[in-house]
T-cell receptor, first 111, second 114 residues
């Protein structure tokens, strides 16, 4: 079963707009990661945030983590058509470092 | 460094057959994990190998097996294929030893079972 669940399932925006995706999870985590997957291909690691961190930035990406609400958000600023992909959150919890993936948010950025 | 490579990229089999998929990790990475991705179940963890030993295992039937060689290359085998085994099989490597490190994914093998 999935630990993290992304919301929304699908998101369609215009180039230049910001895109926000959310991830909720059920049990305490060690870390949470976001990955991107272009259509039918492998996943690319975007960012990892540890349970004692609240916010991380990487280029146009901003990730926040609220452990009290068991949720995380991924913000992509000034989106580009090349950002069109599925975005997954993955959590590791307990004594395991194996990430459990959510079902993903499908993002379409229209040029 | 070269990325994670998976062969073959596409495969078509019929029910009852068996299949072997191959994964070459990034040089120096000793951990290799396998995932199955389907539209219905999403990304599900199959197993992880580290130093030729299966270190973690997901909730899949015994028809799914794997192994890792001394050069860290890994293979997974699915016997007695079922229609539901049609999926994208992803391999990921990591330098992980005892704590979590980023996983690097290959492009996947698309398996179709007819």
């Amino acid at each position: 079963s999935q630990q993290g669940e992304e919301d929304p399932q699908a998101l369609s925006i215009q180039e230049g707009e910001n895109a926000t995706m959310n991830c909720s999870y059920k049990t305490s985590i060690n870390n949470l990661q976001w990955y991107r997957q272009n259509s039918g291909r492998g996943l690319v690691h975007l960012i990892l945030i540890r349970s004692n961190e609240r916010e991380k930035h990487s280029g146009r990406l901003r990730v926040t983590l609220d452990t009290s609400k068991k949720s995380s958000s991924l913000l992509i600023t000034a989106s580009r058509a090349a950002d069109t992909a599925s975005y997954f959150c993955a959590t590791a919890s307990g004594g395991s470092y194996i990430p459990t993936f959510g079902r993903g948010t499908s993002l379409i950025v229209h040029p | 460094k070269a990325g994670v490579t998976q062969t073959p990229r596409y495969l078509i089999k019929t029910r009852g057959q068996q299949v072997t998929l191959s994964c070459s990790p990034i040089s120096g990475h000793r951990s290799v994990s396998w995932y199955q991705q389907t539209p219905g179940q999403g990304l599900q963890f199959l197993f992880e190998y580290f130093s030729e030993t299966q270190r973690n295992k997901g909730n899949f039937p015994g028809r799914f097996s794997g192994r890792q060689f001394s050069n860290s290359r890994s293979e997974m085998n699915v016997s007695t294929l079922e229609l539901g085994d049609s999926a994208l099989y992803l391999c990921a490597s990591s330098p992980a030893t005892t704590s979590y490190n980023e996983q690097f994914f290959g492009p996947g093998t698309r398996l179709t079972v007819l």
